[in-house]
């Protein structure tokens, strides 16, 4: 079992936080504090009201130790990648003795992961919340994590650029895997997302997957594109409108019916649990931001017009090298971060979690000819490659030369495995 990092007692525990009362100062009780509400509940929890009433101190202590909550949170941030940095020196030489060879590579991928959104919860949310506030401190945290990722592959004998889309890979992947729902199904489906990315990525040997992100796709009641009717899409970009104002909390049937203008009946027909209206709220994301595209004059081409190879590749580069993620990403990534966090929205984190690649699908089997699970586990694969790009290289000194770089290197090792199983028709899994 990985090790238990710092900080690893539950979140938001505040007999953590007491507990260091005997030796530490108000200061530090403070960001005790602080690290635990926002672990627990995001940043919207860490109110100054409530970081003082944790900590046992007056809410003015807060800005006569830090000068106000801003820079408190920061220090939460600054903390977190010291914290994670003695965390890898804890459990890196777990992975030591795994052998040095591509597979060896994918099987620290899956370690790290389980260990990270396992032992290491209480960081992983933190983390989250610094990339997603956009906090300075979370480019230091994702350079920690690419440096990792490249030693670790070139220790195996694997190059730098290896290392990089196991990065990109677990960037993505520690946001996602924080999920709940079914950790059976969930660590299988990711274990063969991880051998598919071995054998694509870093020339592993083929392992026939088990379609378990099929059945996880399946089970959680994921939809694929295009397959939502038009009043049902109505409803669905009411709710992706209502969760941008008010947040996941404000997600209600009688919400969502006032602002598509229909009645509440009509918004239970389509969508009859808390579940289906985030779920729906996820395609009317995607659904507008696909518009918004196709209205823009420099925007990519719409799914539809994706008919070859170059076009497709054209159309990612731009989506995936632009200056600022793409507010779809964005949006599904806070979604998540909220669902997680409730028990009762486990399967809307999980509908979340596997929604990734379905509007890559269809290009994918138009273009390839790819069917069955083996287009399933691409568009998958890929679409959680594509997305993690600008995350991954927020780090680096010059950004935007890394998201090329990067979807360079990744583009071209697709591409050559895409051909090549056209080749030899292998474009269902069960081909092999």
Not at 191 to 201: E, F, I, P, Q, T
Not at 261 to 281: M, N, P, Q, W, Y
Not at 298 to 317: E, F, S
Not at 350 to 357: C, D, E, K, L, Q
Request: overall charge neutral; glycine content about 8%; proline content about 5%.
């Amino acid at each position: 079992m990985p090790s238990r990092p710092p900080h690893s007692s539950p979140a938001g525990s505040s007999t953590s936080v007491r507990a260091l009362e005997p030796q530490d100062n108000t200061r530090t009780r403070l960001i005790a504090a602080a690290a635990a509400l926002v672990a627990e509940g995001g940043i919207a929890a860490a109110s100054a009201r409530a970081i003082a009433a944790l900590a046992g101190a007056s809410a003015s202590a807060i800005n006569y130790n830090f000068g106000n909550i801003e820079r408190l949170l920061l220090t939460v941030f600054e903390q977190g990648v010291d914290d994670t940095r003695t965390w890898l020196k804890t459990v890196a030489p777990q992975i030591a003795p795994l052998p040095h060879t591509p597979d060896g590579g994918a099987w620290a991928l899956r370690h790290m992961l389980a260990a990270w959104t396992s032992d290491g919860r209480r960081l992983a949310l933190t983390y989250q919340e610094a990339i997603t506030a956009g906090a300075a401190p979370a480019a230091a945290w994702t350079r920690l994590w690419r440096d990792f990722w490249i030693d670790t592959t070139q220790a195996f004998g694997l190059t730098a650029m290896d290392g990089r889309v196991l990065h990109a890979f677990f960037e993505h992947e520690a946001l996602y895997n924080l999920s709940a729902w079914s950790p059976a199904l969930e660590s299988a489906a990711l274990a063969d997302m991880v051998d598919h990315l071995a054998n694509v990525w870093l020339k592993a040997p083929h392992r026939p997957s088990r379609d378990a992100i099929v059945l996880a796709e399946r089970t959680a009641g994921t939809r694929p594109y295009g397959s939502v009717p038009p009043a049902a899409m109505r409803i669905a970009k009411a709710a992706a409108e209502v969760v941008e104002d008010k947040g996941l909390a404000g997600l209600t049937h009688r919400a969502v019916a006032t602002r598509a203008g229909v009645t509440t009946g009509s918004v239970t027909h389509h969508f009859r649990s808390i579940e289906d209206l985030v779920a729906g709220a996820i395609r009317g994301q995607v659904q507008a931001m696909t518009e918004e595209a196709i209205e823009r004059s420099n925007g990519p081409p719409p799914i539809d017009d994706l008919l070859t190879a170059d076009i497709l590749i054209a159309a990612l580069r731009q989506h995936v090298t632009a200056d600022t993620p793409s507010p779809a990403v964005i949006r599904r990534r806070r979604l998540f971060l909220a669902a997680v966090r409730r028990e009762e929205l486990a399967l809307a984190g999980a509908v979340i979690r596997f929604s990734y690649g379905g509007t890559l699908r269809d290009s994918l089997g138009r273009i390839y000819g790819f069917s069955g699970g083996a287009l399933v586990l691409q568009a998958g694969v890929l679409a959680r490659l594509m997305a993690s790009i600008w995350f991954a290289c927020a780090g680096d000194e010059d950004p935007a030369a890394a998201r090329l770089a990067l979807f360079t290197g990744i583009e071209a090792r697709f591409s050559a495995q895409a051909g090549a199983a056209c080749n030899l028709g292998h474009t269902d899994v069960s081909d092999g």
